[in-house]
């Protein structure tokens, strides 16, 4: 099933600010549906909508309904009334079954019936002769489709990524106006071959399924100008493939072909060409024709030399080299001057390939794992730079010309052997995102507080004995994280980070929190486990956003009853502490999921988690606890490790 399905009762569409259903020439309100009956509820105490009507007098019925719930198992009869109807989404319910009657609803253009639990559509389907729009994703029980679908006549689009489909009916060649057809993630192995009659489409999504040749039907659709055949199992492709001149967009990523025909050269419409994970070790120099590309991904393959028609793709935009078998780069990388995005990470180059100097409009750059050592004076004439990845480039220090990158919004020199920054540091006043982990830094430049425009800072596995000074200057830090450093406390300052969301400052030496923490207000995830912490303030039930907090391996022998207030909290864990009892407010946390309490010394629980109504798991794992309480045994939905309930 869809993974974002939505739960409300109902959402319709709106209109200045109204939730509305569209008639002919008038509105549906929300307070002309009546949920019958009123006293039916869900476990969480909303309507269950078994069963609504809509008010008589809007006897025209609606142009627009739009009910996306949880459970509305069966299809309303209702609905099969409302004539005007042209848009119907009834996506994320439960529904099992579509009923015959669907073609009554003659004006329909657009229907929704994507995340259900319904096995097949009836063949009154076919009757929708107006339909321009068919949503069918997200069904994992449908695996075919009626022979009717092929009297659609006017379908345009047809999804159905994530069905169970395991082959078309024949009659799909039957669909002329179609130009949007989505069959990712089905089960599919052939296609039809009246699929080459679909003289109108434009994009075919493949990807995901299980062919184990390349569909020949596919090289007759002379207009298609999209197709998606990533991660399926074919080894070729064909020569045929250059009957599609018309594609832009080309993606056969995650296959396993091997070389490519020389016949790619034909498709000089291509501006897109994912060839990621096939195994090439070449590239045909017909490759060189392709004029228009803007975008070539080529990683994760076997390439030992640089493919020097590359240079002839004057257009290109952005170049994926990563993951190769690379040495050097050829002189003619340097004809693409239109270059914006430069990946060749992951090679076997034993320096700084050179060449990159010349692209002057580059933006984004990724040279991680490669053995740098040291920057030249000329890679900071790369001045358009927003993104720049030196991820293990042995680099042991960060020069100060890096300031002349002024565009820079991400920075990564993670895994690197910096032992201090320079001040320079500080005119990065674009920068957003900086990963310093794993490296030797024990301090920060004053000059670092003035990155206001810094959202996430990643200091993890480096070797700060205190907490960084003037962090609390940079006023738009949203995630920290100091995980695996030496921290032995923190300053009360901490408490001025109040945008912080995210905060890791697991596997330190603090041994006990200011009270200032308290102040964190938009806090969601804070991480102190592997830390000495003896007790907890009180100011931590201030905390009124959090939603995980992990203090596994402490010395933690209470909880202060303010834990209790902590209204949002789903995850807590707590293993590998000294506790010996709980607190009676811990039943106060109604929204907690996950309570993992294993390796204390716990001898009882406290009746009051049987207040927790979200409670999935109770780890009471290596506790001196004999039994469970009868009543938190009883507890729906509970699973407890071990299992201490009685017979």
Known sequence: ???????????????????????????????????????????????????????????????????????????????LQMKNLKELDLEGNDLIEIPSGMGQLENLERLVLSSN?????????????????????????????????GQLENLEELILEESSLYELPPEIGQLQNL????????????????????????????????????PSEITQLSNLKELDMGYNQFIDLPPEIRQLGSLEILCV?????????????????????????????????????????????????????????????????????RGNLLTELSTEIEKLNQLRVFNISSNMFTELPLGIMQFKELEALFLSDIPVGELPQEFFRLTNLSEL???????????????????????NLCGNQLMALPSEIGALENLEILTLSYNMLSDLPVEFGNLRNLEVLELDANYFPQFPSGLDENTHLRSLNLHGNEIVSLPPQIGQLRPLTHLQLGANQLAQLPPEIGQLENLVELDLSGNLLVDLPSEIGHLSSLEILRLSYNKLSGLPSEI???????????????LTMLPPEIGQLDRLVFLVLANNRLTEIPTEITQMESLGLLDLTDNPIDVVPQEICEMAGLNIWPSLCGE
């Not at 096995?119 to 075919?144: N, W």
């Not at 089905?186 to 080459?196: F, N, Y």
């Not at 045909?284 to 975008?295: D, K, S």
């Not at 909290?569 to 502490?577: A, M, V």
């Open 564 to 578: 209790g207030q902590l209204e949002k909290l789903g995850d807590l864990d707590l293993r590998d502490n000294q």
């Open 117 to 149: 639990l319904f096995s097949e559509l009836p063949p009154g389907i076919g009757q929708l002769r107006k339909l321009k729009t068919l949503v069918l994703s997200y069904t994992p029980f449908l695996s075919e489709l009626p022979a009717e679908i």
């Open 253 to 321: 990523q995650n296959n396993q072909f091997g070389e490519l025909p020389p016949e790619i050269g034909a498709l000089t419409n291509l501006e897109r060409l994912d060839l990621t994970s096939t195994d090439l070790e070449e590239l045909p120099t017909e490759i060189g024709q392709l004029a228009n590309l803007r975008m070539l991904k080529l990683s994760w393959n076997m390439l030992s030399e640089f493919p020097t028609e590359i240079g002839s793709l004057e257009n290109l935009e952005e170049l994926d080299l």
């Open 179 to 214: 130009r949007v057809l989505n069959l990712k993630d089905c089960q599919l192995t052939t296609l039809p071959a009246e699929i080459g009659q679909l003289e109108n489409l434009e994009t075919l999504i493949l990807s995901e399924n299980l062919f184990a040749e390349f």
């Open 389 to 411: 990845d030196l991820t293990g480039t042995f680099l042991r220090e960060l020069p100060a010309a890096i300031s002349d990158l002024q565009e820079l919004r991400i920075l």
């Open 1 to 79: 099933m869809n993974p974002h399905k939505i739960r409300p009762l109902f959402i319709l569409a709106s209109i200045t600010g109204m939730l509305l259903l569209f008639g002919c020439g008038k509105s549906i309100q929300t307070e002309d549906l009546v949920n019958e009956p009123p006293s039916a509820t869900t476990e969480a105490g909303s309507p269950h909508p078994t069963a609504w009507s809509v008010d008589a007098s809007n006897a025209d019925g609606p142009e627009s309904l739009i009910l996306h719930g949880d459970p509305l198992m069966l299809f309303p009869a209702e609905i």
